[in-house]
């Protein structure tokens, strides 16, 4: 089992739909939970990160963690189809610096 | 803030040939990361860098690859002998005195191996 479970999509919605994106994990010693955008040929930029379980909303992101269940989720409300990238969760044990350990990422298409 | 810069941006070498990414992190960052992506894959870690040493680099094929960080600012990372499986985009990430949430990724430098 991996550590990170992402379902790779594709995901396709209409402009104005809402997204779930998710992840599971196996290792219930991951603390930080971080969700990455990445564009085609680009490199991943933090969207949002949680510390611990609980709500985080910023703009139209919302992500969630449950600990209880290894399961977090990303919400996208009002979606653009300058939305479409894929969404890569990554997780991390400490605030240390330690690696990322990143999901296979979602492909989202958000179509007008 | 000029962020992380990688060299090249694409490489197009023949499978037994050595190549090497050249990467500049965020002026006064002392953490710097290579991560290897795959297609349809997350990045994964390859080598971590404090300043000028090494503080994880368990997930390098040390057979093949290297990597180095002079004077804890630009590192390179070398392959050699390259293989097909090799094909990939190598990311360099960099971080300042924030939490491991705050990595930033240059672009990329895309590997294909024939």
């Known amino acids: 089992q991996k550590e990170v479970e992402q379902d790779p999509g594709p995901l396709s919605v209409p402009e104005g739909a809402i997204v779930s994106l998710n992840c599971t994990y196996s290792?219930?010693?991951?603390?930080?939970f971080m969700w990455y955008r990445q564009y085609s040929r680009k490199g991943p930029e933090l969207l949002m990160y949680?510390?611990?379980?609980g709500n985080k909303e910023d703009g139209r992101f919302t992500a969630q963690v449950d600990k209880s269940s290894k399961y977090i989720s990303l919400f996208i409300r009002d979606s653009q189809p300058s939305d479409s990238a894929t969404y890569l969760c990554a997780m991390s044990y400490n605030q240390a610096g330690t690696a990322l350990i990143f999901g296979k990422g979602t492909t989202l298409s958000v179509s007008s | 803030e000029a962020g992380v810069a990688q060299s090249p941006r694409y490489k197009i070498i023949e499978k037994r040939q050595s190549v090497a990414f050249w990467c500049n992190p965020i002026s006064g960052h002392a953490t710097l990361y290579w991560y290897q992506q795959i297609l349809g894959q997350g990045p994964k870690l390859l080598i971590q860098?404090?300043?000028?040493?090494?503080?994880?680099d368990s997930q390098l094929p040390k057979d093949r690859f290297s990597a180095e960080r002079l004077k804890g600012v630009d590192s390179t990372l070398k392959i050699q002998p390259a293989k097909l499986e090799d094909s990939a985009v190598y990311l360099c990430?960099?971080?300042?005195?924030?939490?491991?949430?705050?990595?930033?990724f240059g672009p990329g430098t895309r590997l294909t191996v024939t």
């Open positions: 290792n219930s010693a991951f603390q930080y």
């Open positions: 860098f404090q300043n000028n040493g090494v503080v994880d």
């Open positions: 990430a960099s971080r300042g005195t924030g939490g491991a949430y705050e990595q930033y």
């Open positions: 949680t510390y611990s379980s």
